[in-house]
């Protein structure tokens, strides 16, 4: 039998959130964030203390704030004058103020996250909005972080893309400090080679095994599941299941290219009001998987992936040369890298969800003693990882892809900083970089990049040592030599010039498509010689003993270098 209690109330009213005008909605009467809502202490039926929110409708009257209290925890009390009394004391008027928020991630100083936690130094002043009915993601945790560390990411010592997806998985709580897009990676290979390993070791930095999402959803549960993970991580496993709601392989590049641009562009659709009151947003690092690489699902649609696409989320392969799959090595006491995988996996099915809340909590601590110092140390450490790329800084595409490993790299190293890894500096940064450069050399060229390369090829072959010289009086050339030719150095209207033939300007690019357009910007920049209506081949002139050469480009070499 529950033991009433006594007359003498344990609830407070601590705080109170009155809604900005800004904040009220045009079409939801029931809008959330436009009622005011009081913070109220509580001790339950047990004597714990506990944290309710109340609306206005549980205070209309004594009996509905009786209703609702006692859902939430409050022991029986028969006496109406206690309602009574209790209801008049909570609508007193009350001086300090709280702030309610809609969705999880950082706010004013604070982090939300989906368990209903609050990190940060001054914790009482926000929370999450009462009645959102937000689905549960499933941040939950087991065991220590000292357990976590010893028994699961420990093996990230011994691959080095289970380095990269860990340090990702932390690295969604930087972006609001660093301020840098949503964006992702997305590991490829045969079924076999432990994809699905990485996803439990990077999905336990935050929660259970049941963290992990996976992409068989509409357009709007993808938005949904972004603005739930925002400030966070979000793992989506199995691109492949987009399949089954695209008719052909066309179907399916234009499905997940559209997907790429909505994660990472951080805003979701504006619906009609009755449905949505404003755009779902977001701040995300998501992580996905599948056999086929991003650029495979769209070569075989019939497209190229645009360049936006390919910064934003970047293929890392993991069909690797090593016996061991997506290990590049087996520590000691293992012999297969099949029952590594297993043993990892059931580790990471006991021991989750510790290192996210105590790397948040290290970055407030850090934030509130001295504002600004987060931003600047992940400044120097992506500055840091940067360095060694050997970047092209003009090329905005090649130092965006950068960046986002770099911002990987800015996570792991603060976590070493903040005892949330055991790892050195330079064993995430060697794993990283290495990673780096792996999908650099995969990623297809930009067509800026593939133009530049190319010019580049053209420099390099036609160089004055590898072309005959026909200024030179009486030279005499066999039919074999003329034929075999690369190019020739010719007079032309005053000036020296190299005579290319089309076919070999074609054959040292290796595209035709390349070199027609290759051809119209040395045009337009006067390094292709050009006639009357539009004739751009010419005869060279003689000098090779009465020998007929075939129609050339002319090069102004002075300006092809």
Known sequence: MTKERSNTSKVKAVAIYIPKASKK?????????SKSYRLLNMEDERGDLIEVIIGPEPLLDWQSL?????????????????????REELIKPISKEFNLVSKLGYHQGVYLDSRGCVFGKDTSMCRLAPELN???????????????????????????????????????ALLYFADIESGAFHLHGRTSKGKTTIFFVAGSVCGSPRFVRNWLSTETAIEEEASLHNDNVLLL?????????????????????????????????????????????????????????????????????????????????????????????????????????????????????????????????????????????????MEKFMGKCNLDLSDGQAVRIAKRFALTYAAGAIAVELGVLDFSKAQIGRAILSLYKISTKERPLSPEEALKNAHNRVKKSFRRKHLIDLTVKNRVLSDAKVKSALGFIVNFRGK?????????????????????????????????????????????????AGKRLPRCFFLVPALLK
């Open 237 to 381: 496993d199995e691109i492949k299941l987009l399949e089954d709601s695209c008719k052909n392989a066309g179907a399916l590049a234009t499905l997940v290219q559209k997907l790429v641009y909505l994660l990472s562009s951080g805003t979701g659709k504006q619906r009609a009001v009755s449905y949505q009151n404003e755009a779902l947003s977001w701040r995300v690092v998501y992580l996905s998987n599948g056999e086929k690489s991003l650029e495979t699902i769209a070569r075989e649609g019939g497209s190229n992936r645009m360049g936006g696409s390919e910064v934003r989320c970047i293929d890392i392969p993991c069909n690797t040369d090593s016996e061991w799959g997506v290990f590049d090595s087996l520590p000691e006491g293992f012999s297969k890298s099949s029952v590594l995988a297993k043993h990892v996996e059931r580790q990471a099915k006991k021991y989750f969800g510790t290192a996210k809340p105590a790397f948040v909590k290290g970055l407030l601590k850090l934030e509130s003693k001295q504002p600004g110092y987060v931003r600047t140390n992940i400044d120097l450490h």
């Open 66 to 86: 009786r209703s609702y209290l006692c859902i939430k925890g409050h022991p029986p009390v028969s006496d109406d004058s206690y309602w009574k009394n209790l």
């Open 25 to 33: 909605r045009i079409g939801h009467k029931n809008d959330v964030m």
């Open 134 to 172: 937000l689905k549960d993601i499933h941040e939950d945790s087991h065991g220590t972080l000292d357990e976590w560390k010893e028994n699961v990411a420990a093996f990230a010592k011994h691959s080095d893309r289970m380095m990269l997806c860990l340090c990702a998985s932390l690295s969604g």
């Open 496 to 544: 020296e010039v190299f005579a290319v033939t089309r076919r070999q300007f074609e054959a040292q690019i290796g595209r035709t498509d390349l070199a027609s357009q290759l051809i119209n910007r040395y045009i337009a920049k006067g390094i292709l010689l050009s006639g009357k209506n539009e004739v751009y081949t010419f005869q060279p002139p003689g000098g090779a």
